[in-house]
């Protein structure tokens, strides 16, 4: 189980740092084994700089994030390997996970040397092989090639081919499906719900709500850098009380029953303001079910 408590995230902004962005305020959420839990909200709300803290890519400026009770924040090299062992990341763009001068089944050799280096390289490669065909890619057509000489669904599916020959708890994606044509998408939601039967926790951070409700057990609704609103998919997605999910939501019509029939107006929404101030709590409105400031 990985929790984020009272998660903060400033950033240093202006001419030498001189002023801070407050980018995600008092973000509280937690990913069970085998579920998927949806993040999702308008651009700059703060989706991405969640998942850098999960990943450990940037600092947490305040709060803490544990896997399985333990704080894993601010330690040091060790702790740090030991938990990509279990935590690991796919991004929207799979290119830049990837060095262009080298072939692309290297990130496989990495794992290898830096987490199993006893293993010997034939019994790797029936791993590798394995893992491969687990993400549904043919080893003979993927091995052996540049990152150029791949589709960027090839490439996404082999970072979660990577993620688990880790035999990893956690995988963040963030906006992984957004790039991919209509028929690689399928294919990594589906392997998205293999990795769900295995008992793997997903973070998927997206801006498409459809994806969301097809692919979430629970979702999460972000606003200038606060959860607005948070709960079982069906839920929210049916129900939505707060007037920012309203609106959001009254985009994709065909989620939307309540208001699908009606011409409703986008609801007024309260301007973005003091971010350093903690957002409204979240209230429990319907059991699996919390919204801010009601
Ligand atoms: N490295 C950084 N330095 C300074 N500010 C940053 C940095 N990264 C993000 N921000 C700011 O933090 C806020 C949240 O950004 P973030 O990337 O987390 O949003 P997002 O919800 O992922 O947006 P999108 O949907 O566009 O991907 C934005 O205002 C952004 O400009
Ligand atoms: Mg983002």
Redesign the pocket.
């Known amino acids: 189980m990985l929790e984020l408590r009272n998660v903060w995230k400033s950033?240093r902004?202006g001419t030498l740092g001189s002023k801070r962005?407050t980018?995600v305020r008092d973000v509280s959420i937690d990913i069970a084994p085998g579920e998927v839990l949806s993040v999702v909200?308008e651009?700059?709300?703060?989706?991405?700089?969640i998942g850098k803290m999960v990943l450990q890519l940037t600092s947490v400026t305040r709060g803490s994030i544990l896997l399985d009770g333990a704080d894993v924040t601010a330690r040091g090299h060790a702790a740090r390997k030991a938990y990509y062992r279990r935590v690991q990341g796919v991004f929207q763009d799979p290119f830049s996970s990837y060095n262009p001068i080298f072939k692309a089944d290297r990130i496989f050799e990495a794992v290898r040397e830096s987490y199993f280096p006893a293993v010997k390289r034939a019994e790797w490669s029936a791993r590798v092989d394995d893992v491969l065909q687990g993400v549904r890619l043919d080893p003979g057509s993927v091995l052996g090639k540049y990152p150029h000489q791949l589709s960027g669904g090839q490439l996404q599916r082999m970072l979660i081919a990577r993620a688990l020959l880790l035999d990893i708890q956690v995988l963040v994606a963030d906006?992984i499906i957004s790039m991919l044509d209509a028929s690689t998408r399928i294919d990594v939601l589906n392997l998205l719900g293999e990795l769900k039967e295995r008992g793997l926790g997903v973070l998927f951070i997206t801006?498409d709500l459809s994806l969301a409700n097809y692919i979430s057990e629970r979702v999460v609704i972000m606003r200038h850098g606060a959860v607005v609103e948070a709960g079982a998919t069906g839920k929210v997605f049916t129900d939505p009380r707060h007037p920012y999910s309203r609106n959001l939501l009254a985009s994709v019509p065909q989620l939307h029953r309540k208001w699908s029939d009606s011409d409703a107006e986008p609801e007024a929404l309260e301007p973005d303001g003091d971010r350093d101030v903690p957002p409204p709590p979240l209230t429990e409105v319907d059991e699996h079910h919390w919204v801010a400031g009601v």
């Open positions: 950033y902004v962005l980018a909200g651009s700059g709300s703060g989706k991405t700089t906006e801006h």
